[in-house]
Structure formats: C-alpha cells, structure tokens
C-alpha cells in the first residue's frame, strides 16, 4: 500500500464515451502526476500538478483532461479517446511543492484503460 | 537530451542465481539515478536512488546499484535471486537542475525467475 489509491481499476469505453479517472492520496503529498503506461515502451509523463497549479502539460492530446481540485485529488477526463489510447494510467505522487528531480514517487497501481 | 538504455526487455536468472540488469544513461550533466519495480498489478516503487556521494547504492530487498561515470552505466543487482523478485524494473535518469518533468525512464527490463 503505497498511499495513492487509484480508480477504477479497469476501464472499457467507446471512443464516443466520456468517463473519469480518479486518483486519491492519503500523503500530505504536494505535487502530483499523470503516467501513461504502454506496453514495451517507456513511462510517458502527461501532468504535473503542484500545489493544485498545473506545472507541466507534456503535449498531451486535448482529449485528455486533467483536474486537480485540491492536493489530495487528480482527476483525469476522458472524451473521444482513440484505440491506440488503451495503456495503463499511472498517477504519482511526491512530497515536495517545488517538483524536483530528486524525490522519491509514489505511485498507485494503475487504472487499465481499453477503448475500443 | 538525457536519455536511459535497459539493455534487454527480459532477462530470466534462476533462483540464487545473480541478478544483474543493465541501465546505461546519456546525460550531459551529472544526473539523478533510480531503479523503480513495478510487481504484477501494482503501481511503481522506488527500490533505490542514487543523487550524490557514494557511488555504490544499496535498496530495498537486497538490491544494490553502482553508479559508473566513466561507462555512463547504473547496473542494478542482486546477489541471490528469489522467487519475489519476478517483476519489471524501470531504470530512470533526471536532470538535477531541472524539475520533474524531465524524469526519464527507460522501457523496463522484466525479470523471470526459474525455480
């Protein structure tokens, strides 16, 4: 248990469909990250939150919306999402308000995402 | 541009035998290193980091790395495999002036373990 709960676990949805991802931390974390997780290829960072500001949108398509509410909670929104979208969801978590490159993530165990 | 190599997407040791799984970096400055493994249906943990001072870095479960600055190499290891050690482990290079964003991981290296 690594104290960033994510839900659901698993998602199917059609490419018309527009659902939620939804991601809990029980830290006192600071900052917080969205990873997509593809299969053999490289976590791919998406979102960077710190203090509730956005700090970082790495090119991520529109159809992907973050939404981070307060410290505790990232949300990410779904619309007219692609086949080549299905991949895991991983969010992070790290201490710090200023996002540096020397802390430690803690990560929740994914949301699978398939769209079809 | 930092970028992370992990040579081989699976390796397969046998139980007690040495783990060893390679991670070559590129960074023009000194970098942060990290090994990260990611069990079956969970999230990634932080096994060990290395940032300054002592090149060799022990972790948790009995992993250890080496930070090598002349072959630009962080190899992770392991002495005695076990069976709890089947996952996949993510090499990760960061740019210590930099925020974190610029975390790089590589594409993973799956480790088997034969009984």
């Known amino acids: 248990e690594t104290g960033v709960t994510q839900t659901p676990r698993h998602l199917v949805m059609g490419m018309t469909n527009k659902k939620s991802l939804k991601c809990e931390q029980h830290?006192?974390?600071?900052?917080m990250y969205w990873y997509k997780q593809s299969a053999k290829k490289p976590l791919e960072l998406m979102f960077v939150?710190?203090?509730?500001?956005?700090?970082e949108n790495n090119s991520v398509p529109s159809r992907f919306s973050p939404e981070c509410p307060n410290s505790s909670h990232l949300f990410l929104h779904l619309h007219t999402l692609q086949p080549e979208d299905s991949a895991l969801y991983l969010c992070?978590?790290?201490?710090?308000?200023?996002?540096?490159?020397?802390?430690?993530?803690?990560f929740g165990s994914g949301t699978q995402l398939s769209v079809l | 541009a930092q970028s992370v190599t992990q040579l081989g997407s699976h390796v397969s040791v046998s139980e007690g035998a040495l783990v060893l799984l390679r991670c070559n970096y590129s960074s023009s400055v000194p970098p942060y290193l990290f090994w990260y493994v990611q069990y079956p249906n969970q999230g990634l943990q932080l096994l060990l980091k290395?940032?300054?001072?002592?090149?060799l870095v022990k972790g948790i479960n009995g992993f250890e790395a080496e930070f090598k600055k002349s072959e630009t190499s962080f190899h992770l290891t392991k002495p005695s495999a076990h069976m709890s050690d089947a996952a996949e482990y993510f090499c990760a290079v960061s740019d210590p002036d930099s925020s974190a964003s610029k975390i790089i991981f590589g594409s993973g290296t799956r480790l088997s373990i034969r009984p």
């Open positions: 939150y710190s203090l509730e500001e956005r700090v």
């Open positions: 992070a978590s790290s201490p710090g308000s200023t996002v540096s490159t020397n802390e430690k993530l803690f």
């Open positions: 830290l006192g974390h600071n900052a």
């Open positions: 290395y940032t300054t001072g002592a090149t």
